[in-house]
């Protein structure tokens, strides 16, 4: 009896074994969200999709990633790029808002994998029209970019106010805060400006180089206060945030939120 089961499961461990064997190692987890293993676009068309994404995961925190890679080395194309998918954690926790979309370019094999937070809207029918009427036309005729571009698009119409990204909403109020006290300051300035114009010269107004005493004939007021730099502190291009990386140079996105999948979406060859 010992020796069945044992037999069992050495059987058992030998059919598993091509499996663990031939599994396509996952890349590490990236710092971008357009990820082009397989030298599928050039670099301004990886910059453009690369800043049309993070715009809309920093608004929304909804992350759509794309994976190009040149071979599934063997492995099963829904198997690989969920497993992907999970192990990059795309999409933010809790919201499970995240989208891939993944294609080899040698085995020509595409998937979209779809969150259960963006299930409401993608579902697995729109999934597979947007493989259908956008990506496989386009890559069939080899315009990578275009195919990539119009799905992201329309995915990204389909979401529209479905997730707000909240970080970026504190953000934008501690801004509004900041802009609302220099606001007040410049008010402040102004207004002792406008008294000391007012007391000076028995309660006169400056006028064309002399001071009128008629308040009626007043014409430039106080003027602008212009801070150093321009604008509110200066512009500054270092701040953008846009870093060198392998991809371009376009930035660190913020990572990946670890966001989860269940499956959902579509998948084919073009």
Not at 45 to 51: N, P, T, V
Not at 85 to 108: F, P, T, V
Not at 249 to 268: P, S
């Amino acid at each position: 009896m010992k020796l069945r089961t044992l037999a069992g499961g050495m059987l058992l461990a030998l059919l598993c074994f091509p499996a663990l064997v031939f599994s396509k190692e996952i890349p590490p987890r990236p710092n971008t969200l357009v990820n082009d293993y397989a030298g599928m676009l050039d670099q301004g068309q990886k910059a453009a999709l690369e800043q049309k994404l993070v715009a809309y995961a920093d608004s929304t925190s909804t992350q759509i990633t794309i994976v190009l890679e040149s071979s599934l080395e063997g492995d099963d194309v829904f198997e690989y790029s969920f497993r992907l998918a999970e192990a990059w954690g795309i999409g933010a926790k809790g919201n499970d808002n995240g989208i891939l979309i993944y294609a080899a370019l040698e085995d020509r094999k595409l998937y979209i994998h779809a969150g259960p937070g963006v299930q409401g809207y993608l579902t697995d029918n729109v999934s597979k029209r947007i493989l259908d009427n956008l990506i496989r036309p386009a890559f069939r005729e080899g315009d990578f970019y275009g195919g990539l571009d119009k799905a992201t698009t329309v995915m990204i119409e389909l979401g529209s106010g479905t997730y707000t990204n909240e970080a970026a909403g504190k953000e934008g109020n501690r801004a509004g805060g900041v802009l609302l006290v220099l606001l007040i300051v410049v008010g402040v300035i102004v207004l002792f400006s406008v008294l000391s114009n007012t007391n000076d010269k028995g309660g006169g107004y400056y006028r064309g180089g002399h001071y009128d005493a008629d308040p009626r004939g007043r014409r430039g007021g106080g003027g602008w206060i212009i801070f150093p730099g321009g604008g509110w502190g200066g512009s500054g291009s270092g701040g953008s945030g846009w870093g060198n990386n392998d991809s371009g140079g376009w930035g660190d996105f913020g990572g990946f939120g670890g966001g989860g999948f269940d499956g959902g979406g579509a998948g084919g060859d073009w």
